[in-house]
């Protein structure tokens, strides 16, 4: 013979079942919400800070090196030739870095990236007289080297 049950316990125990069930689906929701946030957090509050640091710093690193590119020009004598030793960041935001002057004549530029983030600027003033080549990588002393002569490429 079973128990009889009555009508209240009955409630009680459906009562008990809704907010266990209630109690699991909040938590299952709180838990997703969470982890999706953790990942937004990365990309718009570190990562996207520091693509902006790495782009402004790209800009002035190239500037820095047109400026003595120009200025080698413009001191270097009409034969012979001038070498001038610079230091660049070792690293910008973390990360290395490469420097590469592409193009010819008044579309010279000097590309500086690093990954997707990269930065363009023109060779100032001498682009269109004066062939200039090369690239370097953030680390150590870099070279500009002037010959009147030109350079074979070798």
Known sequence: MKPRVSGTEAARG?????????YISVSAI????????MFMV????????ADTLRFHAFTDIGNGISVRIVDVYVIAPDTGTM?????????????????????????????????????RIDISGIGATKA???????????????NSAGFDGG
Do not use: H
């Open 42 to 49: 990365n990309a718009v509050f570190m990562q996207g800070p």
């Open 83 to 119: 070498s001038s030793v610079f230091d660049i960041p070792d690293d910008v935001a973390g990360g290395e870095y490469f420097v590469q002057v592409e193009g010819e004549g008044d579309a010279q530029k000097i590309l500086v990236e690093s990954g997707n983030i990269q930065s």
């Open 30 to 37: 709180l838990i997703i919400l969470m982890v999706v946030v």
């Open 132 to 146: 200039v080549t090369g690239r370097t990588t953030s680390r150590g002393w870099n070279l500009i080297q002037y």
């Open 14 to 22: 459906e009562a008990g079942i809704t907010n266990l069930m209630e």
